[in-house]
Nanobody, 118 residues
């Protein structure tokens, strides 16, 4: 089992940048596919970006060209670099881990709040 703890959220003006981190503990997260999700008030949870064990990445259309997902397996840490932030990026951001052979993301962090002011 792996425990996930996010950090790096905060309040930023539109056009600004933040870097989120997700520290994994309990065991190495290198075998896991990893992802960032977000949930805004009154909205459903949304997949933001994923990165596979091999390092391949995927982004939802609304963040392409602005966000970058990365992982450092030596530090057991997942990152989300967010640039050119918009008010609509305001949400609680969660990282999640998907075990090999499992179809869903079954380990989740508690989330970190990102607020973008206009």
């Amino acid at each position: 089992q792996v425990q996930l703890v996010e950090s790096g959220g905060g309040l930023v003006q539109a056009g600004g940048s933040l870097r989120l981190s997700c520290a994994a503990s309990g065991r190495s997260f290198s075998p896991y596919n990893m992802a960032w999700f977000r949930q805004a008030p009154g909205k459903e949870r949304e997949l933001v970006a994923t990165i596979t064990r091999a390092g391949s990445s995927y982004y939802t259309d609304s963040v392409k060209g602005r966000f970058t997902i990365s992982r450092d397996n030596t530090k057991n840490t997942l990152y989300l670099q967010m640039n050119s932030l918009k008010p609509e990026d305001t949400a609680v951001y969660h990282c999640a881990a998907q075990r090999l052979g499992v179809s869903k993301y079954d380990y989740w962090g508690q989330g970190t709040q990102v607020t973008v002011s206009s």
